[in-house]
Structures are given as C-alpha cells and as structure tokens.
C-alpha cells in the first residue's frame, strides 16, 4: 500500500499535513479563542474546524473566525498538563 492508499509509508514518517479550505491546516494545533482550549486540527466540516484535545478526546467543533493558530509554548503546555 502507497500514502495515496490511506496506509503509512514503509519508513514510518508521519505524512505531510494537509491544507484545508478554510480553518486551519490537518494536524495543527489551534486555540479555540472562545474559551481557550487548545486542540489538533482534524478536519473541517459543515463551515467548522473540527479539533480534538492533545491526547486524545472528544472532538469539538469551532467557528473558523475563533480558531488561531497555537503558539509552541502554548501546545507544549496543552500535551504535558499544567
């Protein structure tokens, strides 16, 4: 199976992420500046930008005007806990 198949290349290298329509980038990480959380980037459906919490977790859906990119600092803080 290729990366165009859906399957992972033979050397184990995470592939490229993908660029969305509108809000954001596939595999991002974005703040939801309605309330401050911060999530991965999974997709974009119904004019939303779906994230989900580093780690794991349900997904939440964020009006793309709300969603501005994280800053490494703030990602950092959001994967390791307080």
């Known amino acids: 199976m290729s990366?165009?198949?859906?399957a992972p290349p033979a050397d184990g290298a995470l592939?490229?992420?993908r660029a969305?329509?509108?809000?954001?980038t596939v595999g991002a990480y974005a703040v939801d500046t309605r309330d401050g959380r911060v999530?991965?980037?999974m997709?974009?459906?119904?004019?939303?930008?779906q994230l989900r919490p580093p780690?794991?977790?349900r997904e939440w859906?964020?009006?793309?005007?709300?969603a501005a990119a994280a800053p490494p600092d703030?990602?950092?803080?959001?994967?390791c806990g307080p």
């Not at 990366?3 to 859906?6: H, I, L, R, T, V």
Request: aromatic share 2%; glycine share 28%; charged share 15%.
């Open 74 to 79: 703030v990602v950092l803080r959001a994967r």
């Open 15 to 17: 592939p490229a992420a």
């Open 61 to 66: 859906d964020c009006p793309p005007d709300t």
């Open 20 to 24: 969305l329509p509108v809000g954001g």
């Open 3 to 6: 990366p165009a198949d859906g």
């Open 39 to 41: 999530g991965q980037v």
């Open 43 to 49: 997709g974009h459906v119904g004019g939303y930008v």
């Open 55 to 57: 780690g794991g977790g």
